[in-house]
Each structure stands twice: as C-alpha cells, then as structure tokens.
C-alpha cells in the first residue's frame, strides 16, 4: 500500500480521484491547496503526490518545483483540466512525471498511479547498486502484447538505476517516455488501430474488456507477423533509446503541436507531450517508423 498526497480544491474532483486510488489499495491524504500539501509532505513523506495545477496559495506547478527541490527523488502527478495546459507544460518541464486529464481520470489516474509506483520501487531496490554497470546495451523484441511494455520499461529502469546518476524522478520520466514510445509503436504503428478508436483510450480501466480485443487482433494476420523492437544504450555523455516497428502506421501524431490544449486530450495514450518534455532530443527515422529517445546524462531536467 502506498501512501499518496492529494492536492486538489474541489471537494467533487476530490471525492472522485480518492474514492479510485483507494479502490486500489492505497491510503490517500487529502488537501485542498499546494501550501498545504507542502506542509503535509515536510510533515511525514508520501510515496507520491498527486496534484491539480490551479489552486490557491501555491498552485500544481510550484509544488512540482518545490517538492522537487527539496526531495529529487519524490514524483508528482499533475491532473490537468481544460485552461490550464500552459501549467500543465511548464510542471512536466519543472519535474512532473506524468498527467492524467480530469475528464480521463475513472480511465487514466489508477493506469498512471500503478505505473509509477511500479518504477519507484525498482529505483529503491537498485539504490545502492548505481555505478556499478558500465556502457550497457542490449536489445529487446516485444511481441504486440500491451501487457509486455511494463516488464519491458521496469528492465530498462533496472539499467538506469545501475549505470547512471539520474535520480528517482528523472528515471521515471525516461521511463513513461520509452513506454508511451512502445504503446505508439504497438498500438499504432503495427497493430494499426486509428486515433479516433475508443479502445485505446478505454484499455486502460480497471478489468477493461479491450485488452482481450488487441489481443485478438494481434494474433491475426498481417499483424501477428511484426515485431517492436527496443534498443538500448547508454554511455557516459548519454543515454539512446531506439524504439522500431514494422508495421504502417505511424509512430506519433504530430498534430496538434504538444502542449496546446487539444494535445493534452488527444495525446493521452499516445505521450508526444511526454517524449518532447522528457527527452533532450528525438530523432524520428524511417517515415515516422523508428524513433531515437536521448537523454544526456549533464541534463536533469
């Protein structure tokens, strides 16, 4: 069970994302602006913290900026809502690693919780083991099973936790970049669903049928035939992530522009705005088939 800080001044949003992360299983702390959340972390540390952006007091994105600098190894969720995406921009570049919209929030909030949850504790049993892999590369095939990109992403933590001197937050941030790349290339790009689809934006809820329903497809032809394809390297200027498909479709969506307001509800499932807030650079290859995720190891951001 973690322990989960909830920042958001309406009582209904409030009610709402409580009543599901302890639906999960978690032990969720309620308050209804950053100032307070501010106090309540200093007070006794949560696992995470989950925060709306516009707030009295101290607002979602100067909570990322000063939780962040006071614990570099403590990861905030911001939930988002139509008006504040230029708050929601600048706490995914203060720190913040990873946003669920408020109209997405039965759908997204459990999925985003449990995947961070799920790399902060591979991060705490690798603490003490940074260092001590050196230039590691290697390669791994995923089969088009959404159910494989997790293992796959937690490995990958693994390796950051080894052999790099990023902290908890920036790892995870790498890490919700790489899986959002693997979804588009599965998703997307090989099993070919269309954006306008509703089974990807509906996958993601507790027992969701649609899980079964890509696995089905996945079997069939010409998609049970292609791979994804994820390589890593990492030396000590930086760190590369290749991430291939050999299906049609289309690695992104390139419009509209990441961070405008119709991006952050079409961009949901497919993470652009995360690649280019996480990331310090992205090379797209081979048509939008390919894609290059650096991170540099002088950057923390």
Same mark, same amino acid.
């Given at each position: 069970m973690?322990t989960?800080?909830?920042?958001e ?12 992360? =302890? ?7 309620c308050?209804?602006?950053?100032? +307070?959340?501010? =106090?309540?972390?200093q @007070?006794?540390?949560? *696992? ?8 009295? @007091? ?5 909570l990322?900026?000063?939780m +962040? ?19 929601a ?14 109209n997405?929030?039965?759908? &997204? ?24 892999? @050196?230039?590691?590369e ?6 088009? =099973?959404v ?8 490995y ?25 790349a693997l ?7 090989? &099993? ?23 696995? @089905? ?7 049970? *035939? ?7 390297s ?6 590369r992530?290749?991430?291939?498909? =050999?299906?049609?479709? +289309? ?34 290859q ?9 991170k ?6």
């Amino acid at each position: 069970m973690a322990t989960i800080l909830l920042a958001e001044d309406s009582s209904t949003h409030t009610a709402l994302m409580r009543s599901l992360l =302890e639906q999960d299983g978690h032990r969720v702390i309620c308050v209804v602006n950053g100032q +307070l959340a501010w =106090e309540a972390a200093q @007070e006794s540390r949560p *696992d995470l913290i989950v925060t709306d952006l516009r707030m009295p @007091e101290l607002n979602g994105c100067q909570l990322v900026e000063r939780m +962040l600098e006071w614990d570099p190894n403590l990861p905030c969720v911001v939930v988002t809502a139509r008006g504040s995406e230029g708050l929601a921009v600048d706490a995914l570049a203060m720190g913040a690693v990873n946003f669920v919209p408020k109209n997405s929030l039965q759908k &997204l909030l459990n999925h985003v919780v449990r995947q961070t949850l799920a790399m902060v504790e591979v991060n705490a049993i690798f603490k003490d083991f940074t260092g001590h892999l @050196e230039n590691p590369e290697y390669s791994i095939q995923l089969p088009n =099973e959404v159910v494989a990109i997790e293992p796959s992403v937690l490995y990958v933590m693994q390796t950051l936790a080894a052999a790099t001197s990023l902290s908890t937050v920036q790892r995870i941030r790498v890490g919700a970049a790489i899986s959002s790349a693997l979804f588009n290339a599965m998703c997307y790009g090989n &099993l070919e669903i269309k954006d306008e689809d509703p089974v990807v934006s509906r996958m993601f809820a507790v027992d969701s049928p649609d899980h079964h329903e890509l696995r @089905e497809r996945a079997t069939q032809k010409p998609y049970c *035939d292609r791979k994804v394809l994820l390589k890593v390297s990492v030396s000590k200027a930086d760190t590369r992530f290749s991430i291939s498909h =050999e299906g049609p479709g +289309l690695m992104t969506r390139l419009t509209p522009a990441p961070g405008t307001s119709d991006s952050f509800e079409l961009e949901q499932c497919r993470g652009f705005v995360l690649m280019t807030s996480f990331m310090d650079d992205i090379i797209f290859q081979s048509g939008n088939s390919s894609v290059i995720l650096v991170k540099s190891e002088s950057n923390r951001n």
